[in-house]
């Protein structure tokens, strides 16, 4: 069922989401973030909705700024009661068209929205058997930064949980400690029972960079994402060269928008992978030209979550089912927050499944 989108109406509620645990990360460690819900409805039915978050990140999102709450405030009230066009793919159009350039979340948010709306308000963003909850996708489990007895028994609970592909952290402690821990794991299965992936987020000087590097491929690792801080194209280049680990660029997309500067960016530096967070690069339609570009230079990537609610993970995980992807993606079902919206979502053995027998998960009253 496609309804009409006739004379929307937006809304939005902020929400503080809370942290299970002290979630260590490379710019400090959080125990709190505020997100905000975006709610589109036909204006003589208010009842049926479509729910969208704008979850910007902390120190790392380009619209994480003061008057960020003031803009999504104003771009609401502006396109209310606008006639939205009737098909996917011109919905994410006029997304584009009217939400700025420099609110990345804002955009991924209203495109979730509507979609959910054009869909029948069913939490449904796209038509696909992940949906149906017959197509699970294969993510990898995630290793927070902390000590090294925290980290370890992380590590050890993925493995018990039917992981086959972890992803670390690393850069917060000592790099010779990090070392030891992707050993433990490697003393205990091989690259052909588990795979490893790292994430520097920046944290390598250039200068050391290529050292750590090699010393990392010494564990059979997949791939680090990010290994020195973005911006340093020349060096990046490099390295993705000379690296005998596959490197994946993340935070190094942020910020380029236009079709010829994605393009621009990634003939230049030529990384093996990339990583994709829509809530980061502008939603859906930025990140499916990311892909069409990548794909045709024979570049490889992964979707991965940033903190969003259970809502906003949702979006990314049926966005991510609309591909025919093996590798495993960085998704989740929210499992961070203790006051996290309900969800469908569930994980079993290294899996993200839908439980289609979930009604109405997201509470229409959230937030006021």
Known sequence: MNLDLNKIQFSYFPHILKFRFEAGTSRG??????????KAN????????????????????????????????????????????????????WVKKHVPTGFPSIRFAFEMALLDLFHGGRKMIFDTGFYTSKMPIPINGLIWMG????????????????????????????????????????SKYSEDQITLRVDANGAFHPKEALQKLKKLAEYDLHSIEQPIRQGQLKEMEKLC??????????EELIGVDAESKKKELLETIRPPYIILKPTLLGGIKSSMEWINIAESMGIGWWMTSA????????????????????????L?????????????????????????GEEDWVNPNIGV
């Open 332 to 356: 989740g079902t929210g499992q961070l927050y203790h006051n996290n919206v309900p969800s469908p979502l569930k994980i079993k053995s290294g899996q993200l499944f839908y439980d289609a």
């Open 307 to 330: 903190l969003e609610s259970n809502i906003g993970l949702n979006a990314i995980a049926q966005f991510t089912s609309t591909f025919d992807t093996s590798l495993p993606q960085g």
């Open 42 to 93: 036909r204006k003589e039915n208010p009842d049926l909705s479509g729910w969208g978050e704008a979850a910007p990140l902390p120190k790392l999102s380009l619209d994480d700024r003061e008057d960020f709450e003031k803009m999504l405030s104003e771009i609401c009230q502006r396109l209310s009661l606008s006639d939205i066009p009737k098909s996917e793919s011109a919905i994410l159009d």
């Open 241 to 250: 060269q000379e690296s005998p680990l596959a490197i994946a660029l993340d």
């Open 29 to 38: 460690t959080l125990t709190e973030k505020k997100t905000f819900f975006i």
């Open 147 to 186: 000590s090294k007895e925290a980290m370890l028994a992380q590590i050890d609970s993925k493995l018990d949980q039917g992981f086959d592909c972890i992803k670390m952290k690393i850069g917060a402690i000592d790099f010779d400690q990090e070392c030891k821990l992707l050993g433990y794991i490697r």
